[in-house]
């Protein structure tokens, strides 16, 4: 079993910055990716950024040049520096951990960016 626990969310004025933080741990478990993903009230979960074992990241379109995805092996941990935010990025932001087939999710950090 693999447990996520996220922090830094918070509230935030448009152009400012936040930085994510996701832990995992748990036992017997084989790090594949790591990822966060977001939902905004009324719309489906979407991918922001993730970043795979060997260091492979992947953006969405919308956060490209603003949002940087980065990771700590050594204390299975991975981060999202979101600078320059904007209103649309109020979301939850959920961290989620690819081993093998399985997904894991942490509880959700509310991001929320005031105009």
């Known amino acids: 079993q693999v447990q996520l626990v996220e922090s830094g969310g918070g509230l935030v004025q448009a152009g400012g910055s936040l930085r994510l933080s996701c832990a995992a741990s748990g036992s017997s478990f084989t790090l594949n990716a790591m990822g966060w993903y977001r939902q905004a009230p009324g719309k489906q979960r979407e991918l922001v950024a993730s970043i795979t074992n060997v260091g492979s990241t992947n953006y969405a379109d919308s956060v490209k040049g603003r949002f940087t995805i980065s990771r700590d092996t050594a204390k299975n941990a991975v981060y999202l520096q979101m600078n320059s935010l904007k209103p649309e990025d109020t979301a939850v932001y959920y961290c989620?951990?690819?081993?093998?087939?399985?997904?894991?999710w942490g509880q959700g950090t509310q991001v929320t960016v005031s105009s």
């Open positions: 989620s951990l690819r081993s093998g087939v399985f997904w894991y």
